[in-house]
C-alpha cells in the first residue's frame, strides 16, 4: 500500500489516546513493584528522571514528525539520513521490541491469573513457572487466531478497551488516597536503600522505560494524521507529560499502601503475584481488586493482538524493503494478512518466553531494544539540519546541538543500565542479524537487496556502537557490569556512568558525521511539498 493511499483522519485527541493507549500497558500493572524492588520509595524519582529522559527523545522526534510525518518513521528516518544498512539495524531492534511483546503481555496476564489457578507464579523468585510457561505459549496462539480470523472484529472494540486501560489506573490512585495509607513507608529504611544506583537501574528494567516509549504510537501513525505538522508534536508532548503525572502518582501510592510488616526483609524482598490486585485486598477493596484482576486480563489481551499485528507488519515491510526473503511480504488474497509474516512472528514471539520466564526479565530486553531504536533521532535530526537545512520543520528543538548529544547519551545510560546480563543477549543479537543480513544478501541476490558501499560507510559506526555498548556493559560497575569482572574492579560507579558518556558523545559526533543527503530524502519531502 503506498503512502497516498493512507487516509489522514486521526485528529490531535485521537493521537493522544493513541500514544497514552501505549504507555499505559502491563506497565501498570507490575512496574510499581519491580521499581520498589530495585530503588525502595525512592523509586518515585526514578518515574520523574525516566520520563525527563523520554521527554528529551519526545523532543526530537516532534521535530522528525513535524518535518516528516511517516507511519513507522522510527524506522524510516534512519533510511534517510544514513542509508540501508542503518535502516536495516533500525529495523531488526524494532522487531525484536516488537516481537517480544506479545509475550510480556502473555506473562501478565498468567501471572494475575495466578490467583485463580495456583501453580503458575513463583511469588520467592517472581518467575512464571513451566506451566505458566505453557498458558502463555497458549495464550498467544490466541493473539495468532484473533489476529488471522478476527482483525475487523478486535478493531471495534479497541477503542472500549484503550479507555479502560486509562480509567482503571485512575480509579486506583483516587481509590488508594482515600483510604487509609501508611505514609511512613516513605522513609522506612531510609527513601534511598540502595542509593542512586537503584534510582538509575529502576528506570531501564522495572518497566519504566518500557512504559513511557508507548509514545511511539503518535510517530507510528504520523502517516493519518489529519494535521500532522501540528498535531504529532503536540500528541507526543502531551502523552509523555499525562504519564510522567499517572504513573509517579501510582508509585506514590503503591509505597504508601504495603503493609508495613511486609518489608521487615527490605523492598528488595517484596514479592507479590498480582501487586495492586493484592493491595487492594489487603485495604479491604474487594470490589476494586476484582476489577483489578478483570483489567488484567483485558488490557493485556488488547495490546498482545496489537504487538502482534504490529510485528506481522514489521517483518512484512522488512522483506519489502529487501532486508528479508520476499516471501514474508506475499499477502494472502483471501485473508489480506501477510501469513508468512504473522506465522513467523509468532513463533519468534515464543522464543522469548523460555530464556526470560518473568515480566520483569523481558520488560528489560524490550526497553533496551527500543531505546536503540530510539536514539538514533537525535542523529538523524542533526543530519537532516544539514542535509536539508530549508525543509518546512513545524517543530523546531530549540538548541539541538545540545538537546541532541543530551538524548543520545540518556539513551546509551539507558542501555547500559539494563546490565550485562541482558545486554550481552540483545547487542549480540543485533550483531548477529547484521552478520545474517550480509549473509543473505549474498546468498539471496535477487530477493535481498545489497546495501551500496555509500550506506555501508554510513553504518560502520552503528555497528561499531553496538560492539563498544557490549565491551562497556561487560566492564561496568558491581551495579551493572558483568559478574564476571566484579573481582577486577573495572570502571566503578559512578565513574562509569562519565566513561559511557564520553563514549556516546564519540559515537553521537561520528554518526552525524557518516550521515549523507539519501536519494531517498529528496523523494520523501517532494512528496511533502
Not at 237 to 257: D, K, P, R
Amino acid at each position: 500500500m503506498g503512502r497516498s493511499s493512507l487516509k489522514h483522519e486521526l485528529r490531535l485527541i485521537d493521537l493522544v489516546m493513541a500514544s497514552l493507549g501505549g504507555i499505559i500497558g502491563s506497565g501498570w500493572l507490575f512496574g510499581a513493584l519491580y521499581a520498589a524492588n530495585v530503588a525502595g520509595p525512592a523509586s518515585i524519582l526514578s518515574w520523574v528522571f525516566g520520563g525527563i529522559a523520554v521527554i528529551f527523545i519526545g523532543l526530537i522526534f516532534a521535530e522528525l514528525t513535524g518535518m516528516l510525518p511517516e507511519s513507522g518513521g522510527v524506522a524510516r528516518y534512519p533510511h534517510y539520513s544514513h542509508g540501508h544498512l542503518t535502516s536495516f539495524i533500525m529495523g531488526w531492534a524494532i522487531w525484536i521490541g516488537y516481537a517480544a511483546s506479545p509475550a510480556i503481555q502473555a506473562e501478565a496476564m498468567v501471572q494475575y491469573s495466578a490467583h485463580y489457578i495456583p501453580g503458575l507464579f513463583n511469588a520467592t523468585t517472581n518467575t512464571i513457572k513451566p506451566p505458566g510457561l505453557l498458558l502463555a505459549a497458549v495464550l498467544m496462539f490466541m493473539f495468532f487466531l484473533i489476529n488471522y480470523f478476527g482483525v475487523r472484529s478486535f478493531a471495534r472494540v479497541n477503542t472500549p478497551l484503550t479507555l479502560i486501560k486509562f480509567i482503571m489506573p485512575t480509579l486506583t490512585i483516587i481509590v488508594f488516597l482515600a483510604t487509609g495509607l501508611h505514609w511512613h513507608n516513605l522513609h522506612v529504611q531510609h527513601f534511598a536503600p540502595y542509593g542512586s544506583a537503584g534510582v538509575l537501574e529502576a528506570i531501564a528494567t522495572s518497566g519504566i522505560i518500557f512504559s513511557y516509549l508507548g509514545f511511539r504510537q503518535a510517530v507510528d501513525l504520523a502517516g493519518e494524521a489529519k494535521n500532522p505538522h501540528r498535531d504529532v508534536p503536540r500528541a507526543i508532548m502531551l502523552s509523555i507529560g499525562i504519564g510522567i503525572v499517572l504513573y509517579s502518582l501510582l508509585q506514590v501510592v503503591f509505597i504508601a499502601a504495603v503493609p508495613t510488616a511486609d518489608l521487615r526483609q527490605g523492598w528488595a524482598h517484596l514479592a507479590m503475584a498480582a501487586p495492586f490486585a493484592q493491595l487492594a485486598v489487603g485495604l479491604n477493596l474487594g470490589w476494586l481488586a476484582a476489577l483489578l484482576y478483570a483489567d488484567a486480563i483485558i488490557s493485556p489481551t488488547g495490546t498482545g493482538n496489537v504487538y502482534l499485528a504490529s510485528t506481522t507488519r514489521v517483518l512484512y515491510a522488512m522483506a519489502e524493503n529487501g532486508y528479508l526473503p520476499k516471501v514474508l511480504a506475499k499477502v494472502d488474497p483471501k485473508t489480506g494478512i501477510p501469513v508468512a509474516s504473522l506465522i513467523l512472528a509468532f513463533l519468534l514471539g515464543l522464543l522469548f518466553l523460555a530464556p526470560f520466564p518473568a515480566w520483569n526479565q523481558l520488560v528489560s530486553v524490550i526497553s533496551s531494544a527500543t531505546v536503540l531504536t530510539y536514539i538514533m533521532g537525535p542523529v538523524s535530526a542533526a543530519v537532516f539540519r544539514q542535509t536539508a537545512p530549508d525543509a518546512p520543520r513545524f517543530y523546531k528543538v530549540p538548541g539541538l546541538s545540545i538537546v541532541g548529544p543530551v538524548a543520545f547519551v540518556m539513551g546509551s545510560w539507558i542501555i547500559y543500565w539494563t546490565g550485562w546480563n541482558v545486554d550481552w543477549k540483545l547487542l549480540l543479537t543485533m550483531l548477529v542479524g547484521v552478520v545474517l543480513y550480509a549473509l543473505f544478501a549474498w546468498l539471496l541476490p535477487e530477493q535481498i537487496e545489497r546495501p551500496s558501499w555509500q550506506s555501508v560507510k554510513s553504518g560502520i559506526w552503528l555497528v561499531v556502537y553496538l560492539i563498544a555498548m557490549l565491551a562497556m556493559s561487560y566492564g561496568g560497575s558491581h551495579r551493572f557490569g558483568s559478574p564476571y569482572n566484579h573481582h577486577k574492579g573495572l570502571i566503578h560507579f559512578p565513574y562509569d556512568l562519565i566513561v559511557s558518556a564520553l563514549i556516546s558523545l564519540a559515537f553521537y559526533y561520528w554518526g552525524v558525521a557518516s550521515g549523507y543527503p539519501t536519494s531517498q530524502l529528496t523523494e520523501a519531502l517532494e512528496h511533502r511539498a
